[in-house]
Structure formats: C-alpha cells, structure tokens
C-alpha cells in the first residue's frame, strides 16, 4: 500500500509541476484591439422627411461578416453583409419622419477569445461616424 501511495504522490507531484511550468495561468489573456472599420460613402446619402422605408447601402472597408449598422447609436438588426466593403440595411419610413440629421456608423462587434483560458479575443470597434441628411 505504501508504494502505491508513493506512485499515487508523484504522480499528482508530475501533473501539478507540468500545469504550472507550461505557463498555466487563472487569468486569461486580454482582449486586443479589433479591426476598425471605416464608411466612405451613403448611398442614398440624403431623403426627404415623410420618405418610405428604404435600403441603405453603406460603403467602406474593413466590415465584418456580423458588422451592424447603427443609426443615430441605434443598431439596425436588419443589416446584410454584402462584402467586406459593402452593407445594406432596411431604414424605415419612422426614421425619415422628421427632417434633420443622422449620424450613421458600424460596429465590428467583438469576439470571444478562443485560447486555452478563454482570453485573446478582440474588442468591438465602431467607425467615425457619417451625416445622413432628412430634408
């Protein structure tokens, strides 16, 4: 019994010496900085107040296949990746009820870390935002 104890005691002494000594750590690695995606163009960039629903098409570069376009800091679930340099999304005619202006943006939303301990992933990046006009 006694050698099965001493075998039992350096076994558990191996495997706790191999989790630390390859780095084991309880904290995760931090979240880096995601892309940052940019729009350089509104296509309509303007419509009149009272409009009908419309789609929106967003050009740019560095969108995300689960990018989202924000209205006014509002996300719009109904955006549709199209290519890395182009989304479109629904508008509703509420949103061009009154006359003003509206700032349009993207987020790259973030992404979970996929190392041994969870961490790594990246940060949710939102663009500079782009004037729509309601006239």
Known sequence: MKTFNTVKTAV??????LTFGCGYSSKPAPAVAGTM?????????AMNAGASAFTLTVNGSNFAANAVVNWNSS????????????LMVAIPASAVAAAGTVQVTV??????????????????????AVTFTIN
Do not use: C, F, H, R
């Open 37 to 45: 995606p940019a729009i350089s163009q509104l296509s309509p960039d």
């Open 107 to 128: 987020t790259n939303p973030a992404v979970a870390g996929s190392g041994p301990y969870g961490g790594g992933g990246t940060l949710a990046e939102t663009s500079s």
């Open 75 to 86: 996300a719009m679930n109904s955006t549709k990746y199209v290519s890395g340099n182009q």
């Open 12 to 17: 558990l002494s191996t495997l706790l010496l």
